[in-house]
């Protein structure tokens, strides 16, 4: 069956402008989770949905970063007045029944390049 | 908080032979999970292998062995026979046994599977 997908693939902005990616997960997958990948952080985790509980944004970096998830599928990572050290690989991961329960499955991510 | 550690951040090896690649964590945790994920270049992170910290037995999958030394907090990944498609950035990564636990990853190893 299809993966995690998220869009855009690439996205390359100036300073100071917002940007939005999108997570799409495997269909019938009720967590989703945020990651990070930089050169100088390695993965971090950014924020965790499960169904229609409260999300843990406990790993967002600022109040420059949120994320929503509508109608318990497909997820939107926010970026508002971007940085440099915004620049990321953005990961997004959602929860399925693989080799057990939690197991998590990645998309191909979004490179965000902050000119 | 939980730390994962992979203190080679590069190895290679001759194709069709077997490559150890190293990895400890810390934690207080005594129900937990423990993963090897690969990314290659296309940045898809792709589930290699994971281990439950209740089993003793070694997880297998095909070419691919853990050594699991929970006294040690050691888990270390084995690759048979490499090939060229296994080269690839390997990360090592812990997830508390809690559902919806995020993933605490390593720094990564490269590894260069060599003609």
């Known amino acids: 069956g299809a993966g995690v997908s998220q869009s855009p693939s690439n996205k390359v902005t100036e300073k100071g402008k917002d940007v939005e990616l999108r997570c799409d997960p495997i269909s019938g997958h009720t967590a989703l989770y945020w990651y990070r990948q930089s050169l100088g952080q390695g993965l971090e985790f950014l924020i965790y949905f499960q169904g229609n509980s409260a999300p843990d944004k406990s790993g967002l970096p600022s109040d420059r970063f949120s994320a929503e998830r509508t109608g318990g599928s497909v997820s939107t990572l926010t970026i508002q007045r971007t940085q440099q050290e915004d620049s990321a690989v953005y990961l997004c991961a959602s929860t399925g029944r693989g080799f057990s329960t939690d197991t998590q499955y990645f998309g191909p991510g979004t490179r965000l390049t902050v000119l | 908080a939980q730390t994962v550690t992979q203190s080679q951040p590069e190895m290679s090896v001759q194709e069709a032979e077997t490559v150890t690649l190293s990895c400890t964590y810390d934690t207080s945790e005594s129900n937990y999970y423990l993963f090897w994920y690969k990314q290659p270049p296309s940045r898809q992170m792709i589930l290699v292998i994971r281990?439950?910290?209740?089993?003793?037995q070694n997880a297998t999958e095909n070419r691919f062995s853990v050594n699991f030394q929970k006294a040690a907090k050691s888990f270390s990944l084995k690759i048979s026979d490499s090939q060229l498609g296994d080269t690839a950035m390997y990360f090592c990564?812990?997830?508390?046994?809690?559902?919806?636990?995020?993933?605490?990853f390593g720094e990564g190893t490269q590894l260069t599977v060599n003609p």
């Open positions: 281990q439950e910290a209740y089993k003793q």
């Open positions: 990564a812990f997830r508390r046994g809690t559902s919806g636990s995020r993933l605490t």
